[in-house]
């Protein structure tokens, strides 16, 4: 699809007042409205207002305002009276992090035993070498970003 056809983000629609959401929080960098497909009761969605695909596309700043909301927003629901016993802060980048909607967006999960969610996924123990030869590449990685 070219830019043009593409159909508007729904992240965008909410930011802008043309979709319908309930709202939680707001500020000058993100908005958090409830999810419409909560993973468990009280799952927020907290969205920057400036449109980034995904998470490399997103200054770092803004993405710092993005978890500082999400900070928050966990504390809060702990405070809320909803069921609360812990907080999973959920990021997924990419088809094959399962993001679906794209527009970089931080999942607040709030937890109790028994609810159900779980991230199912197959356990590997590396050796110090695989590690070591991991950490390497990653420090390549870093050494490769702008300042």
Known sequence: MT?????????????????????????????AFMDIQPLTPGHLLVVPRSHADYLEDLDEDLGACLFRAGHRLARALRRSGLPCDGVNLFLADGEAAFQEVFHVHLHVLPRTPGDGFRIKAARHRPGRGELSLAAAKVRQGVRALPD
């Open 3 to 31: 830019p043009s056809a593409q159909p508007p983000c729904v992240f965008c629609e909410i930011i802008a007042g043309r979709a319908e959401s309930s709202l939680v929080y707001q500020d000058e960098h993100v908005i």
